[in-house]
Each structure stands twice: as structure tokens, then as C-alpha cells.
């Protein structure tokens, strides 16, 4: 059913630091911000503890349909490490309109975009994304067999922080494309292959590419990457077992 009240379009929240949310958040500074709504880095007043608060433009929210659906998804994947932690739901005023605020844990860590985007040659180093690569298949693993589906898997939705030889990685940002399905799960994994292309430098290195790498991407046919791994854990289980056969490796 269409809701009778006109929603009111905001493109952006644009919230200056030390700006109070509900009452209880302070506004530290912006995160991000994409289709849905700005993500600010806040500080819960009462303890001083950092979270994330994601605002949600109200026309991309219907009825808080966005955010319900998002607040559910994560909290029924708690168990699942990669996955954001949800906290719990605020409402404020935005310019007299009523705006609904996720809280969830505040993710130290940079954007696979920012990654690429500061690396040279705009591509990151092999060991690196095969190290983030893996930590996303096992990942989704485990999102698929909690029977979930993350949806919108690509290099603006996963954080990564550097630690030691180790990338700890958590996503972000599921996606409402209707009820679980095998086929939403392999458009993950599809949508994780992808990542890895992007993260090596996309179509511009492709080719210069190793065999082994070439024979988890390729070409980006869809048809054939699924039916070398038709579930995340068929890559994953690929990625533990592979034999490199270049020079060098
Ligand atoms: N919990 C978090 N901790 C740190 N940064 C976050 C968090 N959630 C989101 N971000 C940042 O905010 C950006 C936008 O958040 P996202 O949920 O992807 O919004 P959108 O749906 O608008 O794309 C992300 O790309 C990421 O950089
Ligand atoms: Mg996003």
C-alpha cells in the first residue's frame, strides 16, 4: 500500500560535526554516503562510545521499509563475523521531516575503492586481493548457509583493515532483492569475482593476469564462473586446494 503522506526528497544530509542525533549521538564526521543515505561516524553521548549511524533519505525509505528490511537482515546474521554489527533504531528531524538513523558498530577500516583507488597503477598488489578474496569467500560461506544472500556485493560495501600479515574485512550495505534463493546466492558469487577483478585492476591488467587468476575470474562469464564454483564454498574450497603452476609462485 502507498503511503498517504508526501515523502519529503533529501540528496544529502550534509551534518556538521557536533550535531546531536535523537538526542543522544554526536556527529563526529561523514563516512560515506551512496544510494540509500550518509553514513556519519558518531559518539554515543552517554558512554562515549564510537558507532556508525546510517540516515536514510527518506524517498529511498518508504514506510521505513529500507530500514527494516536491513536492521532485520543484520541482526539475523549476527553469527556471521563478516557482517556488520546492528545495534538498534533512531528517528530525528531533519528540516521538519522525519528521518529514521540505523546505529550500528562503527567499522575501523577503508572502502575497497579508497584501496584501489590509492594504490599504484590503481590495482592492489596479488597477495592482497587474494587475501581479501579469500576472506570474503569464507565470509559468504557462512551468509549462505545461515540460508541469507547479501545482494550488493561490490567495492563500495566492504571495509578492510590491515592487521598484521591479516585483512579483516566486514560488509556492509545488504541489498533487498526478495526471498533467499540459490540464485541469489550465485549472484554473490558471481558479484565476488567481479570484486576480484576490480581489485586487480580490472580490464586493464586482465590479460597480464596469471592463469591460475584467469581460471577463478574468468573472462567474467558469468555462465562459466558458476559452473566452475556454483556456491561460495566451492570457491572457497578452490582457493584452499589450488595448484599454482607459474614461475615465480
Ligand atoms: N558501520 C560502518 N562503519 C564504518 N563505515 C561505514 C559503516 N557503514 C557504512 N560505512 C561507510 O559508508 C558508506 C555508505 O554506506 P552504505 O551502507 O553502503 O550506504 P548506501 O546504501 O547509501 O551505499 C560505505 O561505503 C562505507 O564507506
Ligand atoms: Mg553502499
Same mark, same amino acid.
Given at each position: 500500500?502507498?503511503?498517504?503522506t ?12 557536533? *550535531?546531536?542525533i535523537?538526542?543522544?549521538? #554526536? #556527529? ?16 554515543? =553521548? ?5 558507532? %556508525? ?11 521505513d ?5 536491513? !536492521? ?16 538498534? /533504531?533512531?528517528?530525528? =528531524?531533519?528540516?521538519? %521531516? ?19 583507488? /590509492? ?9 592482497? %586481493? ?14 549462505? !548457509? ?32 526478495g ?30 593476469? =596469471? ?24 570457491? *572457497?574450497e ?7 603452476r607459474?614461475?615465480?609462485?
Open positions: 500500500m502507498q503511503s498517504t508526501k515523502t519529503p526528497r533529501i540528496r544529502s544530509f550534509s551534518l556538521a560535526r557536533g *550535531r546531536v535523537g538526542g543522544k549521538y #554526536v #556527529v563526529e564526521s561523514l563516512l560515506g554516503g551512496g544510494w540509500e543515505g550518509e553514513v556519519y561516524r558518531v559518539t554515543e =553521548r552517554r558512554t562515549g562510545a564510537s558507532r %556508525a549511524a546510517k540516515l536514510f533519505f527518506p524517498q529511498r525509505n518508504n514506510d521499509k529500507a530500514v527494516t528490511f536491513y !536492521a532485520r537482515k543484520l541482526e539475523s546474521l549476527r553469527a556471521c563475523p563478516i557482517v556488520l554489527k546492528y545495534h538498534h /533504531s533512531e528517528s530525528f =528531524r531533519f528540516r521538519g %521531516a522525519p528521518v529514521t538513523v540505523l546505529i550500528s558498530e562503527f567499522v575501523e577500516g577503508r572502502i575497497i575503492d579508497d584501496l584501489i583507488d /590509492s594504490s599504484p597503477g590503481k590495482r592492489l598488489p596479488e597477495y592482497e %586481493a587474494l587475501a581479501i578474496f579469500y576472506n570474503l569467500a569464507v565470509g559468504l560461506e557462512q551468509i549462505h !548457509a545461515e540460508r541469507e544472500y547479501h545482494g550488493d556485493l561490490h567495492s563500495g560495501n566492504v571495509l578492510v583493515k590491515r592487521r598484521g600479515v591479516h585483512f579483516d574485512v566486514k560488509l556492509v550495505d545488504l541489498f533487498d532483492l526471498k533467499p534463493s540459490r540464485a541469489h546466492a550465485q549472484y554473490d558469487v558471481v558479484a565476488l569475482v567481479r570484486l576480484l577483478y576490480d581489485m586487480l585492476g580490472g580490464q586493464r591488467w586482465y590479460a597480464a593476469q =596469471r592463469d591460475e587468476i584467469k581460471k577463478i575470474i574468468c573472462g567474467l562469464r558469468q555462465s562459466l564462473i558458476l559452473s566452475r564454483y556454483p556456491t561460495a564454498r566451492r570457491l *572457497r578452490h582457493l584452499d586446494q589450488f595448484e599454482w607459474s614461475s615465480g609462485a
